[in-house]
């Protein structure tokens, strides 16, 4: 009898710690459900979160703002494991220049002409450079064949040997691969968000592009790239808690890196424009429409190369879906 009453109230104490308003609404938001053991933690993250999102969006002169999103719950160490760009093991040859465009427009977005799929979202996966992969992809193949498909990331998880799946992978790797054996649809191969067995079929493809090209590091050139071939494969630095909070506005991190030894997260340049005269790239990102602008953020657009956004980044040509 003792044991029962006592099991009952460590039960309602457990309970009881995890009170805070704030979170409650955060779990009633975004459906979230922790076991008993985990939820104390799971509130102290939050509430951290929240704290430090509070404090930067009373600050003045700002030119982005932070929020609460599905990932607010996190720590540390499960945030960085989502980001999965590695980084090349071999120095790169200098790009050859893209010749330029007469009368460069001032602003441009696939999403508008239809060359970019919904936002995906990776999960606990750090398989960020699949989803540049495929977003550079889709973008080439509707450029060549005004059909878009959305492609299997799940496919390059498990069957690109070169990489590591959920935990990290090259995009410009990843793009040689898809030139050897092409993707599948999504629908086809659907992702898990967890490493698996190669289930392709041999000789099996929905579409492929056949060539893949790295962009010069300037910002007229990832510009007129971007206008000429479409969405661009980037990777940046996405380490700091700015990026993990972003909401809306013009993203700029004094502390972001822009070396290739610096560069952690793969995503997809999809346009660029301008938002009260500050300069941005429109970027998708794979973390589900609950994370920034319903999936997207706007990062400083200039020379100065904040978070890396020119550093590898690459289109590729010579696209076509398999008629077979």
Request: charge should be negative; hydrophobic fraction near 30%.
């Amino acid at each position: 009898m003792k044991l029962t009453l006592f099991l009952i109230l460590t039960v309602l104490l457990i309970g009881t710690l995890s009170l805070h308003p704030d979170f409650e609404q955060y779990k009633k938001s975004f459906n979230k459900n922790y076991s008993p053991e985990d939820e104390p933690l799971r509130e102290k993250y939050f509430l951290q979160s929240l704290k430090t999102v509070n404090e930067y969006n009373s600050k003045q002169g700002v030119t982005y703002k932070r929020g609460i999103n599905h990932l607010s719950d996190l720590s540390r160490d499960e945030y960085l494991a989502m980001l999965g760009h590695r980084s090349h093991s071999t120095q790169q040859t200098e790009p050859k220049k893209i010749s330029k465009i007469l009368n460069l427009p001032t602003s441009y977005d696939w999403r508008v002409h239809g060359a970019v799929t919904p936002i995906k979202d990776q999960g606990q996966c750090g398989s960020c450079w699949a989803f540049s992969t495929t977003g550079v992809m889709e973008g080439g193949v509707f450029l060549q064949t005004n059909q878009l498909i959305s492609l299997s990331e799940q496919e390059l998880v498990d069957c690109d040997q070169e990489q590591s799946g959920c935990n990290g992978g090259l995009e410009s790797e990843a793009m040689g691969w898809v030139a050897k054996h092409g993707l599948d649809k999504e629908t086809d191969y659907p992702y898990t968000a967890k490493n698996g067995k190669c289930e392709k079929l041999h000789d099996s493809y929905a579409a492929k592009c056949n060539n893949h090209t790295q962009v010069p590091n300037d910002v007229k050139q990832l510009m007129t790239a971007c206008v000429k071939y479409g969405p661009i494969s980037i990777a940046i630095d996405a380490s700091h808690e700015s990026f993990h909070q972003y909401e809306s506005g013009v993203y700029y991190e004094p502390n972001c890196g822009n070396t290739d030894d610096q560069l952690d997260h793969a995503v997809l340049v999809v346009g660029y424009g301008s938002l009260d005269n500050d300069d941005y790239w429109i970027v998708k990102n794979s973390w589900s429409t609950s994370w920034g602008l319903d999936g997207y953020i706007y990062m400083k657009r200039s020379n100065e190369n904040n978070c890396g956004v020119l550093t590898d980044a690459w289109y590729v040509t010579g696209c076509e879906v398999n008629t077979k």
